[in-house]
């Protein structure tokens, strides 16, 4: 009896471990229609494989270098993985504060049997980096203004022309994308603009533009914002990121446009928290190796306009899940899309964003 109970002990103790190490695993990201698409195309398929992990989602990336620091700090990190832009992967890696990847070790390779690294390629731009798409911040605008006239912006500099465009903008809080866009339509070449963002005088030049359409601005801190004061008419034009704007126009069927011009590309993807517990860190590195596979991420495409950060992914590339249209003219990369891009410098505000961010709310607290 005593050895029977033993092993029922035992086998209890088993399952109750096993339990533990799948137990709760939070992801953060930046909420509404991206995470939506995550959910659809990683967490839903791994969870009906993984039933006893239980997924919980946190909308925090926005404050993921400040809250990761704090948790860093503190000696108590609760998160287990995190999506951020690359420049804030950067910082992060620089720090300490995200985990060195081995991307052949760590990433599925391509279904042709390439390796990861090659796969995902120039992609790749910090060890600690796990990227899942390419995608764009861009205006969306409303196509009913009688204000208007009838005409339409096809200009970034029309966000700046408060006389042929009245009405309220939207803007994200923080530095990134706005200072450059300011620049652009100062008159600084686009290839000099972070020569003249390095300078004093780029700043405050930058600054002053800003200053032109101030009191229109509405401030979003979280990419689902602007289409929500789109919809509302709260603003006329406004900056987003572009699958927000898709969801919106196609799925939302909102009287609204897309302003492609000077889009500004960038990526987005994973890092793992450093300090995580051995067990929680295994876990992390299963889902996140399924998560970020060929198939997954092309199957992301089928719920949001983001272009998959793999090579392998761009040819399964089909139809929205729901509305059945093709995917690819919604991308950010479609040559009809892409024909005055800008190329965020996600290297330059890794070394810069702290300094600028502080300036920045000095400005927008004056």
């Avoid at 398929?45 to 992990?53: A, L, S, T």
């Avoid at 700046?160 to 994308?177: M, Q, T, V, Y």
């Avoid at 030049?205 to 509302?232: C, H, M, N, Y």
Wanted: aromatic share 10%.
């Amino acid at each position: 009896m005593k050895l029977k109970s033993a092993i029922l002990a035992g086998t209890a103790l088993a399952l109750f471990s096993t339990a533990a190490v799948a137990e709760d695993m939070t992801l953060v990201s930046w909420g509404g229609a991206y995470q939506a698409s995550q959910k659809a195309a990683y967490t839903d398929p791994y969870v009906k494989m993984h039933p006893d992990v239980n997924v919980i989602w946190d909308e925090s990336s926005a404050e993921a270098v400040a809250k990761l620091r704090a948790m860093n700090e503190a000696g108590n990190v609760t998160w287990d993985l995190v999506d951020v832009v690359a420049s804030d992967a950067i910082r992060l890696c620089d720090e300490g504060l995200a985990l060195p990847i081995d991307p052949d070790k760590d990433l599925a390779a391509a279904p042709d049997g390439s390796s990861a690294a090659d796969d995902f390629g120039d992609l790749l731009v910090s060890e600690c980096f796990i990227p899942q798409i390419v995608y764009s911040t861009t205006f969306g605008y409303r196509t009913d203004v009688d204000e208007w006239g009838g005409k339409t912006p096809d200009d970034i500099c029309d966000v700046f022309d408060l006389e042929a465009f009245p009405g309220k903008r939207s803007l994200e809080k923080r530095p990134i994308n706005n200072m450059e866009w300011a620049l652009l339509c100062d008159g600084v070449a686009k290839d000099e603009v972070y020569d003249v963002l390095e300078t004093e005088e780029g700043q405050a030049r930058a600054f002053a533009k800003l200053d032109t359409i101030k009191d229109q601005v509405v401030w979003w801190s979280a990419g689902a914002e602007t289409p929500q004061l789109l919809a509302d008419k709260e603003v006329v034009i406004g900056s987003t990121y572009n699958g927000r704007l898709f969801s919106l126009i196609e799925e939302q069927k909102q009287p609204v446009a897309m302003l492609w011009d000077a889009q500004v590309f960038d990526l987005d993807g994973w890092i793992i928290p450093t300090g995580l517990p051995e067990d929680r860190l295994a876990a992390v590195k299963e889902f996140v190796k399924f998560a970020t596979d060929t198939q997954r991420l092309a199957d992301q495409a089928k719920y949001i306009s983001y272009g998959p950060a793999r090579k392998s992914s761009a040819p399964l590339v089909g139809k929205h899940a729901d509305l059945g249209i093709d995917m690819a003219p919604h991308m950010p990369t479609d040559p009809a899309n892409a024909k005055n891009t800008f190329l965020y410098n996600y290297e330059w505000w890794a070394d810069y964003r702290d300094d600028i961010d502080a300036k920045f709310q000095a400005w927008l607290a004056k």
